[in-house]
């Protein structure tokens, strides 16, 4: 008999291809990561000699780290934000309606624009007399002239948040377009049997539509509360870690390429990577199906 | 480490295009066919590599030419250019030093001459220098010497200059520009409060630079020093400088590249910076540039002309010919080859004595055209040129410290907190890591 035996190995084989790049590209490097970050490593002769977990000590009294990973954690909060935006913006566009490709494609160009040009773009908007500025002056939400400029970017009060804007309107599309094909794989005959019973859109909404595309919201939490722990991208770009806005990220790219320190960065990227493993199983828990 | 180079650090010459990348991939195809070609050919004559930092292909003609000189009169060795990419350079001669097979120069900035002597890896070349260390600036040479040691041959430097708007020079009732850093503040606020229009836009991004220039110690016997009174009252004019609006909001986010936009746009009367942005202003600003007129950066209480980023030539440990070696070195920043180069690049300046009176820097001295006259003012400010930065090596964790000083300071001028609190915060901080 063909026993199990045979198609597990036939099994294996067809997943070599991505294993082999995997473990290229992505277990390799967090092992070798791991292994970095319980060593001082030498830049000349590349030698890791153990240091009796030196970094992590460093890390733990380092204020400038717990700072950076506060920063981190704090963008999390654009996950729900972003996360039931982009859910209810699918389900608007998800509508047999004309126009409707258009609005997708619109919702998509942040996506495909590249993050330094995006930048470039919204450093005018946040510029104290940028395009922002002159919105509120001009509805009287700030006063006039110099008084009411404000340095969106560079004033710690505003600043974080004003680059989670930036990353809400750069992903919004992204995780759309995720939704909208978790929402398409929903039969219409449900829907139709949920209007007859009597149901109205908002019920149908939390009743049907939420719990069908619940995998997708795992994915899509999953993706973005990564996505929000490694902020580095959004924050190098608009304000170089100025104005509290510096991050774990930051904190681990600093340590590895100014000080050329690469067994604490690796200790600084592991401790990331715990953060990001733990929420990762939170987000199981919670959205994942309980069987 | 050694602090990122800035843009500016980086004269604009040496950016990199698509078509230098095309470049590249040939290049590095011939240096491929020439490295099978070395390895082929019985060993004739020496091999003398040295590699430069983003100056190919640009200057490839300045380089073909003075190898061709070498070589003609040095039979017994080959000197051989490799140009690579800064970021680069560092991991590959570690690498090269580790392997027992270095180049026989290398071109440096300051801060990796401090770093590599101090690790020990790049060699003392006082020795080889003989009677030609006269030839170079002292300022030039107090840059590369390390405990007393010259390291590198001092090459290529750039030095800030004042480019000012007349018109609004002319609105605010200023006559002259400013002699001193202090009349450079006074002159920013009568600009402010007559025109409207900020006066210049300090690199405060790098504030060690600032404390460097104004003559105010960041150490001192292993502890930092920077809250004493002198400080305090330094940073309390960039703070007042910033309230009354002398200073644009966004300061420090003012790079290069903004400078220049903003000075293009009229939004501020100054620009302090190297001479080659006024190249920009010349293409891209025709009516400001008609109006500009140029001064030296006042020399601070350091003595110390601003703005200057000193490149250099080192020759890495275990090389085979130290001696040759250092040969090239020389001949390759002798006067001649210095303004040679500096003729190339069109904004940068040689660290010989006699280069920068050489008639290409000083005739521009009575020009109408900004950038000649840029020219003539930053060669004359080149005898006070010192590349401003704590040498590596000092500081246990350079990228937290740097980020503490610069967000206190950022603190303080911005107005959230009080100059010698912030101060006092930053100065904290540092010697609990100093004394570790």
């Known amino acids: ?291 | 480490m050694g602090v990122l180079l800035s843009e500016e650090e980086i004269p604009s010459v040496l950016s990199i295009t698509q078509e230098e990348d095309k470049m590249k991939l040939k290049k590095m195809l011939v240096v491929g066919a020439a490295v099978f070609a070395v390895a082929a050919q019985a060993q004739a004559a020496e091999t003398l590599e040295f590699w430069t930092m983003n100056l190919a292909p640009k200057f490839e003609p300045f380089f073909k030419e003075r190898v061709a000189k070498f070589n003609a009169a040095n039979k017994d060795v080959e000197a051989k250019w490799v140009d690579m990419n800064w970021d680069q350079i560092q991991p590959k001669l570690v690498a090269a030093i580790a392997a027992g097979s270095p180049p026989a120069l290398v071109n440096f900035n300051v801060p990796w001459v401090h770093e590599f002597a101090a690790q020990g890896n790049i060699l003392p070349v006082e020795q080889y220098m003989g009677a030609a260390k006269n030839d170079y600036l002292p300022a030039a040479l107090k840059d590369v010497t390390v405990k007393g040691q010259v390291y590198a041959f001092p090459f290529y430097n750039s030095v800030s200059i004042i480019a000012y708007n007349k018109d609004i020079f002319e609105k605010a009732g200023v006559k002259a520009a400013p002699k001193s850093f202090d009349e450079l503040m006074t002159i920013g606020k009568q600009i402010k409060d007559k025109t409207g229009v900020a006066a210049f836009a300090p690199k405060l991004s790098n504030f060690t630079g600032m404390f460097y220039y104004a003559g105010l110690p960041m150490i001192e016997g292993g502890k930092a020093v920077f809250n004493g009174p002198k400080h305090v009252a330094f940073v309390q004019k960039f703070a007042d400088a910033y309230k009354s609006g002398v200073i644009p909001k966004d300061a420090f986010k003012i790079e290069f590249e903004q400078e220049i936009a903003l000075y293009n746009s009229g939004k501020i009367a100054m620009m302090t910076t190297a001479p080659q942005a006024l190249k920009r202003t010349e293409t891209d600003a025709k009516a400001i540039y008609g109006k500009t007129g140029v001064a030296a950066f006042p020399v601070g209480e350091g003595k110390m002309a601003f703005g200057a980023w000193l490149m250099d030539f080192v020759v890495p440990k275990g090389t085979k010919n130290p001696a040759a070696a250092a040969k090239l070195g020389l001949f390759l920043t002798n006067d001649e080859s210095q303004v040679a180069f500096s003729k190339a690049t069109e904004t940068t300046f040689p660290s010989t004595k006699k280069g920068n009176l050489d008639p290409y820097f000083q005739t521009g001295a009575n020009s109408a055209d900004p950038v000649d006259q840029a020219r003539a003012v930053a060669a004359k400010s080149m005898d006070n040129a010192r590349t401003l930065t704590i040498p590596p090596g000092v500081l246990p964790d350079e990228a937290a410290m740097t980020k503490k000083l610069q967000d206190e300071v950022q603190n303080a001028i911005e107005g959230r907190k009080p100059v010698k609190a912030a101060l006092d915060a930053a100065v904290a901080a540092w010697n609990e890591k100093l004394a570790k």
């Not at chain 1, 940028?130 to 970017?153: A, K, N, S």
């Not at chain 1, 909208?180 to 909404?205: H, K, V, Y």
């Open chain 1, 1 to 291: 008999m063909k026993n199990s035996n045979s198609y597990t190995a036939i099994a294996y084989l067809f997943l070599a291809p991505a294993l082999i790049l995997m473990g290229i590209f992505t277990f390799w490097p967090v092992a070798f990561n791991t292994y970095l970050a319980f060593g001082n490593y030498d830049l000349g002769s590349g030698h890791v000699t153990w240091n009796n977990f030196e970094h992590f000590k460093y890390l733990y009294k380092e204020e400038l780290f717990h700072h950076a990973l506060k920063n981190s954690l704090l963008y999390l909060l654009i996950v729900p934000v972003i996360q039931i935006s982009a859910l209810v913006v699918a389900k608007l566009v998800n509508n047999k309606l004309p126009g409707m490709t258009m609005f997708r494609a619109i919702y998509y160009i942040p996506v495909i624009a590249a993050v330094s040009i995006a930048a470039v773009v919204w450093q005018n908007v946040y510029k104290y007399d940028g395009i922002l500025t002159w919105f509120f002056q001009m509805i009287h939400v700030l006063p006039e002239g110099v008084d009411g400029q404000i340095d969106w970017i560079g004033n710690p009060d505003t600043a974080l948040y004003m680059v989670m804007v930036f990353t809400f309107w750069k992903g919004i599309g992204y995780y759309m377009v995720l939704y909208l094909a978790g929402l398409q794989a929903i039969s219409p005959e449900i829907e139709e049997a949920a209007i007859l019973d009597g149901a109205n859109a908002w019920q149908r909404f939390w009743k049907i539509t939420v719990p069908l595309v619940k995998p997708t919201i795992l994915l899509c939490t999953l993706l973005s509360t990564i996505a929000a722990i490694k902020s580095f991208q959004e924050v190098m770009v608009l304000t170089k870690g100025q104005a509290d806005t510096y991050t774990a990220l930051y904190y681990v790219i600093d340590q590895a390429f100014r000080n050329y320190n690469f067994g604490r960065a690796a200790a600084a990227g592991l401790v990331v990577t715990f953060f990001c493993m733990i929420l990762a199983i939170i987000q199981f828990r919670f959205f994942g199906d309980k069987n």
